[in-house]
């Protein structure tokens, strides 16, 4: 049985000033719980289109939908309490001058009660393992501090969709390990997650559906495997073939495995499956 | 992580930051409109030392750091005492005069006590602002205002400027160390077009950092009020006792 639709974008388009149109005619549906890796080169339209699927632009034409509910004016700030947005530069999100006032401050606007929002602030920062640096101003914080503090403020205002922009962009490996092991645990809880990305290899390890934005609007949209092995899309959005993918081309040309083996997301399941297929 | 030496980093590794901020700004400015008021000279060396104290015993600030801070004042003080000290003559006058055409410049004992009496008034009340200072971080110390009802306006801008401080000087620390490996700053004339060329870039960057950070404040549902969760630091008995015990004993001094 196919999840609820969640956030559904049609027909937007979107103009900065009176620059030429910088998002048109996208059309998205987003389902519960999905993982969505959306790619695209730089000014494909990947961080315009998240911020009018948060409510933070307007749209030129084209309606938003939250659970089939249309967006007026009136509901923006129940679009934004729903779907959350982790910017790509912490630096350009953290406004307060200690971490916990920071993480509090979406809660407050929420105009929640204060016990409630010390409650998930509380949550939010012992989720992203905070708690230690609670008091710290972030002037004085490393810069993957910094990007989970930027995830716990989304975290604390709990939205059922999450979307980030470019996170892995400014992190050190072992950052990015610590964000994928954050992102399988807001799964687990539930959420809805979109990530934007340059990073393909990440994308097809983590995601199971892609969007691909080229020119201000979506060229492709599917299972990730279909869209990576598209040597048409892959070209029209700039993207490069997941390694992964390389060595599994090269692993059957070179029929070390057979021509319909299943994909692998990652050398695990690459060494299952050799093992199978010369032990078995 | 880095940590630049500024009074701002001091006041987050106060041993006394816990305490409550209001009560720490009663007992400094309490202090300070003592000395102020008053004038007493044993009053000012009891404020300036027990402060001093405070800041380094209780706060555990090292010694070296709070005199070079206090240094600073110093220098303010001389310069701005000196036109007290010396005074302008038609005869000579004073215990140490100079000649000048037309008149003499001298210096009088009177003279020379107010200044010293001036500058221990001085020292005392900024031993007893640094107290505040050096324990207790920037965005309590605004808290504070607002509890005192100075205007919104004012103290969300406050909180703003505070925060964006640190996010223009790191801006400005790359953009220079850029120019330096460029040999920006390879003699004064490069420096001068260094320094124009950052300066109008740091602008430009400012506003495209405000747009930024309107986008990401509306995207958590802010509607023209910065609202934050204040921590409450409630004031404990012995801590007002030692605050109550200290001023009664400054009152008492000056009675005496």
């Known amino acids: 049985m196919m999840e609820e639709i969640l956030l559904q974008a049609e027909n937007l388009s979107y103009s900065y000033g009176t620059g030429s149109k910088a998002l048109y005619d996208v059309s998205l549906s987003v389902r519960k719980g999905e993982k969505i890796a959306v790619l695209g080169s730089n000014g494909a339209g990947k961080s315009t289109c998240f911020l009018n699927l948060n409510g933070v632009l307007i749209p030129d034409t084209g309606t938003i939908r939250y659970k089939g509910k249309k967006i007026g004016k009136k509901d923006l700030n129940e679009l934004r309490r729903k779907v959350g947005i982790v910017f790509q530069d912490a630096d350009n999100q953290i406004i307060a001058s200690t971490v916990s006032a920071e993480v509090s401050f979406g809660p407050m606007n929420l105009r929640l009660s204060k016990e409630e929002v010390k409650q998930r602030v509380e949550m939010a920062l012992k989720s992203m393992n905070l708690m230690m640096l609670k008091d710290r101003p972030p002037h004085y914080l490393s810069g993957g501090e910094k990007k989970r503090v930027s995830i716990a403020d989304i975290i604390a205002m709990e939205p059922e969709v999450i979307i980030f922009d470019e996170p892995t962009a400014s992190l050190d490996p072992v950052n990015v390990e610590m964000l994928t092991q954050v992102l399988d645990k807001m799964t687990e809880m539930g959420k809805t997650l979109l990530i934007s990305t340059h990073d393909v290899d990440f994308a097809y390890k983590w995601a199971e559906r892609a969007v691909v934005f080229a020119g201000g609007t979506i060229i492709a949209d599917g299972p990730v495997t279909d869209i990576l092995t598209s040597d048409l899309i892959l070209n029209q959005g700039n993207l490069k073939k997941p390694v992964l993918m390389e060595v599994y081309d090269s692993l059957v040309k070179c029929r070390i495995l057979p021509e319909m083996s299943p994909y692998f997301r990652d050398t695990k399941e690459l060494n299952q499956l050799l093992n199978r297929q010369y032990e078995g | ?256």
């Open chain 2, 1 to 256: 992580m880095r940590t630049i030496n500024t009074i701002d980093s001091y006041a987050y590794e106060s041993r006394i930051k816990g305490v409550n901020p209001g009560l720490k700004a009663v007992v400094a400015m309490a202090a300070l409109l003592f000395c102020i008021g008053t004038g007493d000279v044993l009053l000012s060396v009891t404020v300036f030392l027990s402060m001093g104290i405070i800041t380094v015993f209780m706060g555990g600030l090292s010694v070296q750091k709070y005199l070079a801070l206090l240094k600073i004042p110093v220098t303010f003080l001389v310069l701005g005492t000196a036109a007290i000290v010396v005074g302008i003559a038609h005869v000579p006058a004073g215990r140490f005069y100079i000649t000048m055409p037309g008149f003499y410049l001298y210096l009088s004992d009177e003279g020379a006590a107010l200044a010293a009496r001036l500058i221990l008034k001085a020292m005392a009340a900024v031993s007893a602002m640094y107290m505040l200072v050096l324990s207790t971080p920037a965005s309590e110390i605004i808290n504070l205002l607002g509890k005192l009802h100075v205007p919104k306006l004012i103290s969300e801008l406050m909180n703003l400027i505070y925060r964006f401080i640190f996010v223009m000087m790191d801006v400005q620390i790359h953009m220079k160390q850029a120019a330096e490996s460029r040999l920006g700053y390879y003699n004064f004339l490069t420096s001068c077009r260094s320094f124009g060329g950052i300066g109008a870039n740091l602008f430009i960057i400012s506003l495209k950092k405000a747009g930024m950070y309107y986008d990401a404040m509306t995207a958590r549902c802010y509607e023209g009020e910065l609202l934050f969760l204040e921590e409450k630091r409630p004031v404990k008995a012995k801590e007002a006792a030692a605050a109550a015990g200290y001023l009664a004993f400054l009152l008492l001094l000056w009675l005496v």
